[in-house]
């Protein structure tokens, strides 16, 4: 799908009290004496706002967030008037204006869903900080991307806050993941082994942000009746993710599987079913090993160091948590990351990583589990139409410093 979805949002939540005054007492009736009410405990819902139908509901308050700003590495033009460099400069303020005002909505989006606070809350308790960077999303239109060496979600602006809720959650667990958990493909990581982790974090991204949407559009169950509620972000999940979407709604008769870890767990395995994202993050990864290799070889011990550690199904299982619970270890406990369908690879990048092993580790690559089909439009798919992603490194950004380096997360 487009970087931006087709639609702009058409509405948005007005924060601001509606109409709470009482009717005027009907003065000829019957003298009937009803007493007031008591008043609704509706905990956190407290904040009055209209719905998508205009109808008044309470909201949560918007989860607090670390933002830094709107980045601008636009050097003024010295030929220009200093009437058009105002102008420009005019331009550019409003531009981050936009940017705080439609993160400060997605936020708050975010904040009514249950996963959404937790995500937001993991991730500005271990330190993530939000910023708009242009420069950092890149030429290839990717809509925000999660990098953990420098503890930052970064941003490109958007016009619509729904989605930038859904876009922000993933990056969120990305944080989340690699922060809290130490889950993450890396240099250290046998190429293989790192697709076979790259595969399993975005399960996870893309599962999460499934259930955003899902609580978002239902409600939290455990909210009062008159909460607030939002459609958008699951119609646009159901139009990018028809597969993962469908796997969660299927399992969801009734508000238990939406808090156990049932619909997150069936969007997770749906994951695997996607060839284009699968391919994806084949691509993703290697080009970014094969990009590293040749920089890190002169380092010591190199062998021992990087491309050479595997990583156990079991422990992969144990971090991989929703709300803080291990939730493929209770909804698929036979799951293992050990099989063709969550570690095996398309013959190209098969082909690839046998290159690798001749090129950079010389040894014989291993044996490698086939599974599915090469995409040959992937990357334009994902990148262009979908909000997928992940880790391409392009030139002349960051040079390698540390002996881990873990690739950035990206998102269009
Ligand atoms: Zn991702």
């Given at each position: 799908?487009s970087?931006k979805?087709?639609k702009?949002?058409?509405?948005?939540?007005?924060?601001?009290?509606f109409n709470?005054v009482?009717?005027?007492?009907?003065?000829?009736?019957?003298?009937?004496?009803?007493?007031?009410?008591?008043?609704?405990?509706?905990g956190?819902?407290?904040i009055?706002?209209?719905?998508?139908?205009?109808?008044?509901?309470?909201?949560?308050?918007?989860?607090?967030?670390?933002?830094?700003?709107?980045?601008?590495?636009?050097k003024?033009?010295?030929?220009?008037?200093?009437a058009?460099?105002?102008k420009?400069?005019?331009?550019l303020?409003?531009?981050a204006?936009?940017n705080?005002?439609?993160?400060?909505?997605?936020?708050?989006?975010?904040?009514?869903?249950p996963?959404?606070?937790?995500?937001?809350?993991?991730m500005?308790?271990?330190?993530?900080?939000?910023v708009?960077d242009?420069?950092?999303?890149?030429?290839?239109g990717a809509?925000g991307?999660?990098?953990?060496?420098e503890?930052l979600i970064?941003?490109?602006?958007?016009?619509?806050?729904?989605?930038?809720?859904?876009l922000?959650g993933?990056?969120?667990?990305h944080?989340v993941?690699n922060t809290?958990?130490d889950?993450f493909?890396?240099?250290?990581?046998?190429?293989?082994?790192?697709?076979?982790m790259?595969?399993?974090?975005e399960?996870?991204?893309?599962?999460?942000q499934?259930?955003?949407?899902?609580?978002?559009?239902?409600?939290?169950?455990?909210?009062p009746k008159?909460?607030?509620?939002?459609?958008?972000?699951?119609?646009q999940?159901?139009?990018?993710?028809?597969?993962?979407i469908?796997?969660?709604?299927?399992v969801?008769?009734s508000?238990?599987?939406?808090?156990?870890?049932?619909?997150?767990a069936?969007?997770?395995?749906?994951?695997?079913?996607?060839?284009y994202?699968?391919?994806?993050?084949?691509?993703?990864?290697?080009?970014?090993a094969?990009?590293y290799a040749?920089k890190?070889?002169?380092?010591?011990?190199?062998?021992?160091?990087h491309f050479s550690k595997?990583?156990d199904?079991?422990w992969?299982?144990?971090r991989?948590?929703?709300r803080?619970?291990?939730?493929?270890?209770?909804?698929l406990p036979?799951?293992?990351?050990?099989?063709?369908?969550?570690?095996?690879?398309?013959?190209?990048?098969?082909k690839?990583?046998?290159?690798?092993?001749?090129?950079?580790?010389?040894g014989?690559?291993?044996?490698?589990?086939?599974?599915?089909?090469?995409?040959?439009d992937?990357?334009?798919?994902?990148?262009?139409?979908t909000?997928?992603?992940?880790?391409?490194?392009?030139?002349?950004?960051?040079?390698p410093?540390?002996?881990?380096?873990?690739?950035?997360?990206?998102?269009s």
């Open positions: 799908m970087r979805p087709e702009a949002t058409p509405y948005f939540m007005i924060v601001r009290p709470m009482a009717p005027p007492t009907p003065v000829c009736e019957a003298p009937t004496f009803k007493p007031p009410s008591p008043p609704v405990d509706r956190d819902w407290t009055p706002v209209m719905d998508e139908n205009g109808a008044p509901a309470f909201a949560r308050p918007a989860v607090p967030v670390d933002f830094i700003g709107t980045i601008n590495v636009e003024p033009d010295p030929f220009l008037s200093d058009a460099k105002a420009r400069q005019a331009h303020d409003r531009e204006e936009l705080r005002d439609c993160l400060e909505k997605a936020v708050f989006i975010l904040s009514q869903s996963t959404g606070r937790d995500v937001l809350e993991q500005t308790k271990e330190g993530y900080r939000i708009f242009e420069r950092r999303t890149g030429d290839r809509g991307l999660c990098d953990p060496s503890k970064i941003l490109r602006g958007h016009d619509d806050p729904g989605y930038m809720a859904l922000l993933h990056e969120s667990v944080a993941q809290r958990h889950l493909p890396s240099t250290r990581h046998k190429p293989e082994v790192g697709i076979k790259s595969f399993a974090i399960a996870d991204a893309y599962a999460q499934s259930q955003i949407a899902l609580e978002l559009a239902y409600g939290d169950p455990q909210g008159d909460q607030w509620k939002m459609q958008e972000p699951l119609l999940m159901r139009e990018r993710f028809p597969d993962i469908k796997a969660a709604e299927r969801l008769i508000d238990k599987q939406l808090q156990n870890g049932a619909t997150v069936a969007a997770y395995e749906a994951f695997y079913d996607n060839f994202l699968r391919t994806f993050y084949e691509d993703a990864h290697i080009d970014w094969n990009q040749p890190l070889k002169g380092s010591f011990p190199w062998l021992q160091r595997d990583t199904s079991q992969i299982k144990d991989i948590q929703h803080g619970r291990p939730y493929l270890n209770e909804h036979n799951m293992t990351f050990d099989d063709a369908r969550h570690s095996g690879l398309t013959d190209v990048t098969q690839k990583i046998q290159r690798f092993y001749k090129n950079h580790v010389k014989d690559a291993p044996e490698l589990k086939k599974y599915g089909v090469h995409m040959r992937a990357a334009e798919l994902v990148l262009g139409l909000t997928g992603i992940h880790a391409i490194f392009k030139p002349g950004d960051a040079p410093k540390a002996s881990d380096r873990t690739p950035p997360r990206w998102n």
